[in-house]
């Protein structure tokens, strides 16, 4: 199957501050990932699709300047938080896209942040 | 309107028996079609891919899917406690055809009762 890691796993930060998330695809290379949250009890909310060279492309209703992503190789995209709130808190969870015969997004195991 | 339905549940079903998870979608133009099973606290971890008309399966699940009627399924026989989760149904719709994006429903809460 395909791997795809998130680092870091969890993490606490001061308000105020940055956070930056890194996705990376181990097994295989991804063109595209995606950037999504989830709040408890809810479904994934995609914020971004993020493309290797170019910029990413944000949903409707999300800051491109507070939620920055850089793809920057086929296997690596980052997600930084800007100044983060405590209303940021939440799940993070990125997915690579797999192409070939199909095209399947594997997610990897996501990021808890807090922000106190 | 939602583009992907599902029921949120919860389902309850007893172990050793089939549960059944239903999606229905409202773009026909749909081509590609996702079972993800989260366990919580996690992130989704793909179980199955459908992408024509008719059964699908895999070990102890079957994806079932009928463009006519819009609607993709999923059926987990011999259920077992480490099936309780919540299945999300994902489509890839024809509007997001280009930019590969998938429409997630809002998932089904599966508990297996032992």
């Known amino acids: 199957g395909a791997v795809v890691s998130q680092h870091p796993s969890w993490v606490i930060c001061k308000s105020g501050t940055s956070v930056k998330i890194e996705c990376r695809s181990l097994?295989?290379?991804?063109?595209?990932m995606f950037w999504y949250r989830q709040f408890p009890k809810q479904s994934l909310m995609l914020m971004a699709t993020s493309n290797e060279g170019s910029k990413a492309t944000y949903e409707q209703g999300v800051e491109k300047d507070k939620f920055l992503i850089n793809h920057a190789s086929l296997t690596l995209s980052t997600l930084t938080v800007t100044s983060a709130h405590p209303e940021d808190s939440s799940f993070y969870i990125c997915s690579a896209l797999r192409t070939g015969a199909a095209e399947t997004q594997y997610f990897g195991p996501g990021t808890r942040l807090l922000v106190l | 309107q939602k583009e992907v339905e599902q029921n949120s549940g919860p389902l309850s079903v007893p172990e050793g028996a089939i549960a059944s998870l239903n999606c229905t979608y409202s773009d026909r133009g749909s081509q590609s079609f996702f079972w993800y099973r989260q366990y919580s606290g996690k992130s989704p971890e793909l179980i199955m891919s459908?992408?024509?008309?008719g059964d699908k399966e895999d070990g102890r699940f079957t994806a079932q899917l009928n463009k006519a009627s819009q609607y993709v399924s999923l059926l987990i026989r011999d259920s077992q406690p480490s099936d309780s989760a919540t299945y999300l149904c994902?489509?890839?719709?024809?509007?997001?055809?280009?930019?590969?994006?998938?429409?997630f429903g809002t998932g089904t809460r599966l508990t297996i009762i032992p």
């Open positions: 459908i992408y024509s008309n």
């Open positions: 097994d295989f290379q991804a063109t595209t």
């Open positions: 994902a489509v890839n719709t024809e509007a997001n055809f280009g930019n590969e994006k998938l429409t």
